[in-house]
């Protein structure tokens, strides 16, 4: 059974920086790609960036792009997501995804619990 945790949520104040880890387990991480979208109070779940199996492709929502960056470590089975120059609109619960395949598509199949990011204005 595929499992992702997240860490790396909390709360701080707009201009700050996080950075989000998501451990995976149950499979071969290295052989798919990984994800992260976000859900903010109200809204729809919403897709925020996307890496390759062998972290030379990413792509990313117009929203983040330039402000954050997805990188994997597949030796540790890790995907991280650098957020830098947050805004209040960050703010979100993220959550972390893999798909069924080694390159980005808009298939994802298993999802972790989700961490909570508060950016405060």
């Known amino acids: 059974q595929v499992q992702l945790v997240e860490s790396g949520g909390g709360l701080v104040q707009a201009g700050g920086s996080l950075r989000l880890s998501c451990a995976a387990s149950?499979?071969?991480?290295?052989?798919?790609?990984m994800g992260w979208f976000r859900q903010a109070p109200g809204k729809e779940r919403e897709f925020v960036a996307a890496?390759?199996?062998?972290?030379?492709?990413?792509y990313y929502a117009d929203s983040v792009k330039g402000r954050f960056t997805i990188s994997r470590d597949n030796a540790k089975n890790t995907v991280y997501l650098q957020m830098n120059s947050l805004k209040p609109e960050d703010t979100a619960v993220y959550f972390c995804?893999?798909?069924?395949?080694?390159?980005?598509?808009?298939?994802?199949?298993?999802w972790g619990q989700g961490t909570q990011v508060t950016v405060s204005s």
């Open positions: 890496i390759n199996w062998t972290g030379g492709r990413t």
């Open positions: 995804t893999t798909g069924p395949s080694p390159e980005i598509t808009n298939r994802w199949n298993y």
């Open positions: 149950g499979r071969t991480f290295s052989s798919y790609v």
